[in-house]
């Protein structure tokens, strides 16, 4: 059971991850007019995505300034996700696995 929930925060750290690094992929291709919002399908994985990480994003923009119309937040949100990951497999994986096996 505790591998099994090790495993399930492992797993929606890197899903976050990706889904940053594929929204920030989407907004650079719909900003060098490479795609456009037209489509249907890239219109709607642009939504969904903007609101999978919306949540996690927003706090950021609202504090951290956009650096010469480049907007940094999701490099500082990607780096705290690797280190919240870290921290958890180096300090809390172990107990959760020990105490429910």
């Known amino acids: 059971m505790g591998v099994a929930i090790v495993w ?26 490479v795609i456009n919002h037209r489509n249907r399908f890239v219109n709607q994985l642009a939504q969904f995505l903007d609101a999978v990480t919306r949540p996690l994003l927003e706090p950021f923009r609202r504090i951290i300034p956009t650096l010469g119309g480049i907007d940094v937040s999701p490099i500082v949100v990607l780096l705290l996700l690797n280190f919240s990951k870290i921290v958890f497999y180096n300090m809390a994986a172990g107990p959760i696995i020990a105490l429910l096996g």
Do not use: R, T, Y
Request: glycine share 8%; hydrophobic share 75%.
């Open 8 to 33: 399930l925060v492992g797993a929606i750290i890197n899903l976050m991850i990706w889904f940053i690094i594929g929204s920030a992929i989407l907004s650079w291709l719909f900003a060098f007019d």
